[in-house]
C-alpha cells in the first residue's frame, strides 16, 4: 500500500490555518537571472479556503544561452477535503520548450497513488508506475512553495510522474539562510544534454521569515541561477 501520509498531514496543516495566513489570490513574480542577465520569471500562487488548497507555479525562460531551453513550464496541485476526513489530489505540469514537450497529470485518493499519466509516451520511465512508489513523497508545485516561503524545512521527497528526489536540508549558516542539496535519487537527471542529478540550494528570509528580496540560488557544477522577488 503506497504511504502518501506526507501530502494529507502538509495541506490538512494549510487548510486549518486561519485566514490572515492563506496566500492572496495574485501571483507573487520572481525573476530569474544568469550570470548576471535576466533569463526568465517564475509566478507562483497559492490560494486555500476551508476544504481546497490550489497551488499555481508558471515558468517562462526566454533568453537562455543558444536558446537551448527557452519556453514555458507550468506546474498545478489541486488538494480537497472531501467528506469524513477523505481526500483527493491532483498534480500536473506541462512542459513546452524549444527541444522538449511533455505533460504529467497524477492523481491521489485517499493517500492512495492511482494513477500517473505521461505524454508522450516515451517520457515515461519505470517510475510512472504507481507500484513503484511506496514511500511519503510531496509534489514539485507544493515543494517549490515551501522551499520559497518556509525558512528551513525538514528534508522530503519529492515525486514528479517521472523520477525520485531527496531533499536534503543542511546546517543553516544563520537564521535568515536555509541551505538544501537536492538529488535525483532514481530517473533521468534535467536539461538535456547536462542531466543534472544534484543541486545545491540556498534560500534567504528577513528578521519576520519573509522571504527575502533574493529568494533563491541554485547552483549545479559551474552554473548559477538567481531568482528574486519582483516588486
Known sequence: MVKLIL??????????????????????YLSISFFGKQIGFIKVREVSNVDSTKIRVDGK???SPFKMFNGGFKHKTTF???NSGASRLHYESSVDATFKQR?????????RLIAVDVFPKNEKTIFTNPNRIDFEFIDPAYAITQLLTTPCKNSF??????????VTSIEATSKLECGYVYKIRKGPGHLRPFNF???????????????ASRSMVVKAGPFKLILDKVP
Open 7 to 28: 501530502i494529507k498531514t502538509f495541506f490538512v496543516i494549510i487548510l486549518t490555518l486561519p485566514p490572515c495566513f492563506t496566500a492572496a489570490d495574485e501571483f507573487k
Open 61 to 63: 525562460i526566454f533568453s
Open 80 to 82: 480537497t477535503k472531501i
Open 103 to 111: 505533460k504529467i497529470n497524477y492523481w491521489v485518493n485517499n493517500d
Open 157 to 166: 521527497k519529492i515525486y514528479d510522474g517521472r523520477r525520485i528526489i531527496e
Open 197 to 211: 542529478k544534484t543541486f545545491e540550494i540556498s534560500t534567504f528570509f528577513d528578521q519576520d521569515g519573509n522571504p
